[in-house]
């Protein structure tokens, strides 16, 4: 992250003072600004600890290249760059499908301005859609051979269910960042009235920078409108191009005439840093120090807290039970006995089931399936429950279940075949300080009957309706 954005403020201050040595033109100093002080993209790229940063580094490094591009100087070596980038990027993200086609759409149209020659220019891009096409088969070749299936089971849990509904989810995701950023709100206008000014003068040769950032900022939302988006906080999806976004606008200024200076820079920084369309601002992480995405750190350590646990409590036992959750990440990561996913990022059989799709759930959060749970049947379900010390342990102990948890689940609980099947139970372990609440099965209950250490009572639960 830290090379990409240095390698773009270099690009910046070379468009505007290709001949200055300044440390910090106005130009760079708003761009830097804008992405320090709009909250979520360092938050996602680097204290996520995901593969968001070396994906927005690609997009960055492959707009460069786009930027930097002219075919009568280091032609090779561009393009070897080039193709290179091209092979990563297929290899980071399924979305890279769509970014790469793009960017070699946009080689080959800057390659038909300069040269004014179509089959000139189908000749000279020929390589690097070569490469695209290569690069794609590939991968594509190797998931159909390792998992069965062409596409990641992301893809068929989370975005395969109703384009509609996507559409739907797409446009509210799509609101709620315009609403957030006044980056992307300003870019989104500017780049309109600079783009009917190139029209109108028929200018576009000597607006191809612009003209590139536009297409990212374009492509940029169009993805989330594709795919629904997702229910995580300062919008993951588009978060990767921010800096890309920046430098869009700075170019959008540019194109209207109108020259930055640092008074004007700061101004601007201020404007952003306000975020007066909505609360999320530089001034709730520093002050109050929240970030939207802090839930997410601590859901996983949470689980990975609560696995471990219960990986200790079930020690015991010649096995550890399986059990199914729609948490995941820390869970797996904990647990020593098997993990089932039950929303089907890591469970092929459920991401490929029917889905119903409910525009009150979570995004992406649509793929459980009644039939196939009850045919993988997870020991322990987890539908509400946990651990409670023996000391707050009383006859009328109950299960509590979040009102939209049950609807995760698609009211599984009041199936014949899940009261056949599972039991709210409190099982204890002999030596431990604390007992078990949990939806287990009836199965694996017939296991701990005749275990020295382990005991169980069927208990009451509880739904707890949203307020």
Request: glycine content about 4%; hydrophobic content about 45%.
């Amino acid at each position: 992250v830290t090379y990409s954005l240095w390698k773009l403020v270099c690009y910046t201050d070379d468009f505007f003072y290709p001949d200055n040595d300044t440390i910090i033109t106005p130009y760079s100093l708003l761009l830097l600004g804008a992405l320090v002080i709009v909250p979520g993209y360092f938050d996602w790229t680097v204290l996520s600890l995901l593969e968001t940063g070396l994906w927005s580094s690609l997009l960055i490094l492959l707009s460069l290249n786009l930027l930097s591009f002219d075919p009568d100087r280091n032609r090779k070596k561009s393009d070897l760059i080039f193709s290179l980038l091209i092979v990563l990027l297929i290899l980071c993200r399924p979305e890279s499908i769509l970014w790469g086609t793009l960017f070699v759409f946009m080689r080959f149209i800057i390659l038909y301005l300069k040269n004014n020659s179509l089959p000139k220019s189908i000749v000279s891009i020929l390589p690097s859609v070569f490469v695209l096409i290569i690069s794609v088969g590939s991968l594509i070749l190797w998931r159909k051979f390792y998992f069965g299936y062409p596409l990641p089971n992301t893809y068929y849990a989370k975005v395969s269910s109703d384009i509609i509904d996507n559409i739907q989810y797409g446009l509210i995701y799509l609101r709620s960042a315009f609403f957030s950023y006044s980056l992307i709100f300003f870019n989104f206008v500017i780049s309109l009235i600079s783009l009917y000014k190139i029209i109108k003068q028929k200018n576009i040769k000597n607006n191809i920078p612009f003209l590139i950032c536009l297409f990212v900022l374009l492509t940029t939302l169009f993805i989330p409108l594709y795919t629904g988006g997702d229910h995580f906080g300062h919008s993951r999806f588009i978060q990767p191009t921010m800096p890309l976004i920046a430098l869009g606008l700075i170019l959008s200024i540019s194109v209207l005439n109108f020259k930055l200076n640092y008074t004007y820079s700061f101004i601007l920084i201020l404007i952003y840093s306000a975020n007066f369309l909505t609360h999320s601002s530089i001034y709730e992480n520093i002050f109050e120090q929240k970030t939207r995405i802090r839930d997410e750190w601590d859901i996983a350590a949470y689980c990975r807290k609560e696995a471990g646990q219960t990986s200790d409590f079930f020690q015991k036992l010649p096995f550890y039970p399986s059990q199914g959750t729609a948490a995941v990440g820390g869970n797996s990561f904990s647990y020593k006995g098997k993990t089932n996913d039950l929303l089907g990022l890591n469970n092929i059989e459920m991401a490929h089931a029917k889905k119903d799709t409910l525009m009150n759930l979570y995004k992406a959060h649509a793929s459980f399936n009644k039939d196939v749970f009850f045919k993988q049947l997870p020991d322990l379900f987890w539908l509400g429950g946990g651990f409670i010390s023996n000391d707050s342990v009383k006859e009328d102990c109950k299960i509590s279940i979040e009102a939209r948890r049950l609807s995760l689940f698609k009211n599984v609980n009041l199936d014949n075949r899940f009261k056949q099947r599972y039991s709210p139970v409190l099982i204890s372990c002999k030596g431990c300080d604390y007992s078990f609440r949990i939806f287990a099965a009836n199965s694996f209950l017939k296991t701990l009957d005749n275990h020295k250490d382990y005991s169980y009572k069927t208990i009451p639960y509880k739904i707890l309706e949203e307020k």
